[in-house]
């Protein structure tokens, strides 16, 4: 598929059936360059109104190409250490009273996302689905206009970022990078969200079994 014009506008259906955007063809070539957006991962172009594999169109092809044969990157030695473990949870205030056997649970409904020193974590201006807890290493809230850059404050381990752009459903307002290797527990709510609604599926399913006529 032919997309000549920056100014086109996409959607994309992620892996966990959510839509994100709208945004523009440069954000999309980000997003397949940060390997968010794979060749088989759905694109809605609103001018044609269709909804095509991201593969198909052209102007990502060449950014796929490129990514061909070349290995995600690899975390440096500094944050080699990528299982978080129940200690080093309970280590943090706001986790303290909880058991094991919580924290283990809560460890399900999260992703562990890995961060180098510079990395963009969050962009002014995205959609805001999910939160972030700092597990370790350090992030930065700024505001950039022109070639200025104002920052807004760190985030030291144990802090959690994003919420209340996801609570109240509006646009991220800053951008949060990583001031050193970072790790970060992500998607904290929607991910809980959506495992709740499959397993309340499952029980639905499983409590109704009995009475199904045979």
């Known amino acids: ?79 080699a250490l990528q299982a978080i473990t129940l200690d080093e949870l309970r280590g943090f205030e706001r986790f303290a009273p909880y058991s094991n056997e919580e924290l283990a649970l809560l460890l399900t409904f999260c992703e562990l996302v890995m961060a180098a020193k510079g990395d963009l974590i969050i962009k002014k201006g995205d959609l805001s689905d999910s939160m972030f807890l700092v597990v370790s290493g350090q992030v930065r809230a700024r505001i950039r206009v022109g070639k200025n850059d104002t920052s807004l404050g760190t985030m030291e381990p144990g802090e959690v970022f994003g919420e209340v752009a996801m609570l109240s459903q509006t646009a991220r307002s800053a951008d ?33 079994s009995p009475y199904v006529w045979r």
């Open 1 to 79: 598929m032919q997309v000549d014009s920056a100014d086109a506008v996409f959607k994309v259906l992620s892996s966990d059936n959510l839509i994100y955007g709208p945004i523009d063809l440069a954000t999309l070539v980000q997003w397949v360059q940060e390997r968010r957006v794979q060749r088989d991962t759905w694109v809605h172009w609103e001018t044609a109104n269709n909804w095509v594999a991201a593969g198909s169109i052209s102007a990502l092809q060449p950014e796929f190409d490129a990514l061909t044969g070349v290995p995600e990157a690899v975390p440096s030695a500094e944050v």
């Open 176 to 208: 949060v990078v990583a001031e050193a290797p970072t790790r970060l527990l992500y998607n904290i709510s929607r991910l809980l969200a959506t495992r709740i609604s499959q397993r309340n599926h499952e029980l639905h399913k499983d409590l109704a």
